[in-house]
């Protein structure tokens, strides 16, 4: 996609707000990511885990203010999100309930916005509002997200996949920060292990479809999640080689990243 002038598109989310004084502690004891640090206007991605380190939600986390927080995250996950936050909530004093908002993906634009990293070029989220640009092709974004390596909730990430598996360790994870659900098992799979399987990128002759087998000599070796033409994303078994002739769907095949 050409991003010298500003394309837009509808960036459909579930909106959770956790606000009060003990926002940035329960936040900080609830997700993956260190949004302590986060300065006002400040934002990073982060999950919510399981306690055994399954991914539950993805999401943007957007410091609005000192103890305000809006959790952008996927549709149909606010429910989720909303529900599993207020009942860890305990003595906490803040307020946890779903807002109604508009994003619109903005990219090749500098504009005032939330960072939107899923997409490997600059873009920003903004709320509310009309923004002038040009439509973006639904076709060429999916690509650029392919291309990005970036998992969606939904379609290669559910509640059987661990962080690490999906590449979101890489991302939306602070290993520095205090305990958190789920920590103790994504920090063992870090060092002390190996996943069993990674979502990777693959360069295909053709247009691969979604669900289809990943072979190896006739061997299925994972399958995809994400495809677009020549190009898919699929979950790997990590012993297979980088150089590796591969099928996907009876066609030939490669990893590219």
Known sequence: MHTAAPSVAPRPRDYVRVAGPDAVDFLQRMVSNDVEALPERG????????????????MRVWRRGADDFLLLTEPGLGDVVCRTLVRMRIASKCDIDQEQHVSTLVIGADVDGIPNDDYGVPAVEVLDA???????????LERLRIQARTPRFGIDVDESVFPAEAGLDERA???SKGCYPGQEFVARLRYRGHPNKRLRLLEVDGHARRDA???????SVGRVTSAVAGLALGYVR????????????????????
Do not use: H
């Not at 009309?130 to 060429?140: F, H, K, S």
């Not at 087998?213 to 061997?219: M, N, R, S, T, V």
């Not at 012993?239 to 990893?255: H, I, K, N, S, T």
């Open 43 to 58: 934002s990073c991605e982060a999950m919510l885990l399981t306690p055994k380190g399954r991914v539950v939600a993805t």
């Open 130 to 140: 009309d923004v002038e640009g040009a439509p973006a092709d639904p076709e060429e």
């Open 173 to 175: 994870v602070s290993w």
């Open 213 to 219: 087998e990943i072979c190896l000599d006739g061997k």
């Open 238 to 257: 990590a012993e297979v080689q980088d150089d590796a002739v591969l099928e996907v769907g009876g066609l030939p095949a490669r990893l590219a990243g």
